[in-house]
């Protein structure tokens, strides 16, 4: 028998293309909520007043009716209207395709994300940051270098610049990207100050 | 846009956040669709790894008892059946220099430590909605709090964890908005203020009265 290959964005897009038609009205009220009970019902899944699974066996009931929703409904492509389907084989091989190891950051600011299971006694990997809240253009260096200065951070994620040179950053104008590249020029900053300047961002 | 990526090379993160109340109805059912989407990112769009992060519709926060029952089931189980890095956002409803805020980031740094998350991104204060409601004081606890709790028994953080959302999740509707980050910290030194300082032990103290050891990482 032959593994199942995995599928590229490519797949993905002349599937999203030839799938089975669906309005998104459809879709949120009656496709997707109908579904999700039909599973929940046929898995017998009920968390109880627990906030992490314990018991292997609602884990193994949780994993299979997430893998049978995908393969029912697949995944709306609103603007073909249009869903993609998949196949159990195929999301297996999706997972067997995806990275196990990835370097972030540079020189000795990097951070390698890898599994860790849920028993591990070393900490995930802490990215500090606005995580796109909206931050004052005046202290968008002194905010990001905040969390660059906590040696516990390992990685930033940025706020949103509320303006450049004074003007909102509003979309889909060129200030949209002349304010990307200026949070950007400013996280570096921020890193640099503190002497970590190839924290990933 | 991913195609991009992908010939150059990148590291491609994926972020899709659940809404628990919405569509797609209750907890367990928002947890299917989190896993189905999660493994749809892997398996249509090529993640490198996957930022998760349920969200209360109501509150519009990830720190609720409904949505970390989300992220724990979904994490957990993830955990139990693959090897993809997972990570998860933090958004809590209360504001900078507020004991309210540092409880609802530790409860989902503890929540997603132990259910084996590889990646934790914080914190959008204040819900993340207001200008300048931001500090690294907030990821200093996240961070701190993912130590203290790295190899903690699921069932003990379960019992820490119910005892812990029940000191804050009856204040939703009064939640403080707290300080500005210009408040918070001396910007021309990049210090944080002695109130918030004092605000944040205050916090490590209830944290360890309920169960969490953070001895080791204040020494």
Redo the contacts between chains.
Sequence with gaps: MVAEKALTVYDAFLRSEKGPKITENVWDNNVIPVTAVELKEKYEIDFGNKFIPTDPDLKERLFRAGIEMLVTVGILNVDTGRAIMVTEEEIRAGIRAAPKRIQLGENKDAVILEPRRSASRKKPIIQGGPTGATVSEDIFVPMIQSYAQEPIVDTIVSGVMSTVDGIPAATNTPFEVKATLAEIRAVREACSRVGRPYLSI | M??GW?HNGN?IMVEQMPIFGG??????????????????S????????HLDGPIHIRWGITTS?ET??IA??????????????L?N???PIAGPCTEMCLLEIAAQAM????????????????K??????????E??M???V??AS??MD??D??DI??RLVKKYERQYLTAPQGRT??EC?N??K?V?TKEYLKVYESSTEILTELGLDMSSISD
């Excluded at chain 2, 569509?23 to 749809?40: F, K, N, Q, W």
């Excluded at chain 2, 724990?72 to 890095?85: F, I, N, P």
């Excluded at chain 2, 929540?111 to 204040?126: I, W």
């Design positions: 991913i195609s992908l590291v569509y797609i109805g209750g907890v367990e059912e928002t947890a299917i669709c989190d896993i189905a989407t999660t493994l749809a892997f398996t249509l769009l090529n993640a490198s790894y008892r970390l029952q724990g089931h979904v994490a957990a189980t993830l955990d139990s059946y693959t090897d993809l890095l990570a956002q933090y958004y929540l997603d430590t132990v259910s084996g998350r590889e990646l934790v991104s914080g914190c959008a204060s204040a993340g909605v207001s200008e300048d409601y931001t500090t690294g004081m990821a200093r996240l961070g701190e993912a130590m790295a190899g699921p069932e953080v379960n964890l119910n980050f210009q910290y910007v021309r990049i944080p």
